[in-house]
Nanobody
Framework: QVQLVESGGGLVQAGDSLRLSCAAS????????MGWFRQAPGKVREFVAA???????YYADSVKGRFTISRDNAASTVYLQMNSLKPEDTAVYYC???????????????????WGQGTQVTVSS
């Protein structure tokens, strides 16, 4: 069993930066591919970024070059650094621990074993 707790969301202006954190419980964190998803009002949950246990990374085209996923296996924490935020980045952001993932491809919701509760990110124009 893995529990995920996100933090770091908030209200910012366009162009600002935020860093989301996701702290995981359990001693097997380092073995899980980890990802970030987001869900805007009235829209389906979408993939944002993923990292393999060894640090291979992949991003959605909409955030490539602006967002960076990283992980600290010793601290059982995964991060999402978000720069140059846009109003269209407004959403609830969810941390995810997947049972499997193919690096270089989008992480699908069906691959996810555990979800965090979500943290709201609001970007004003």
């Amino acid at each position: 069993q893995v529990q995920l707790v996100e933090s770091g969301g908030g209200l910012v202006q366009a162009g600002d930066s935020l860093r989301l954190s996701c702290a995981a419980s359990g001693r097997t964190f380092s073995t899980y591919p980890m990802g970030w998803f987001r869900q805007a009002p009235g829209k389906v949950r979408e993939f944002v970024a993923a990292s393999s246990s060894g640090g291979l990374k992949y991003y959605a085209d909409s955030v490539k070059g602006r967002f960076t996923i990283s992980r600290d296996n010793a601290a059982s924490t995964v991060y999402l650094q978000m720069n140059s935020l846009k109003p269209e980045d407004t959403a609830v952001y969810y941390c995810a621990a997947a049972s499997w993932w193919i690096p270089g491809r989008t992480m699908q919701a069906g691959m996810v074993d555990y979800w965090g509760q979500g943290t709201q990110v609001t970007v004003s124009s």
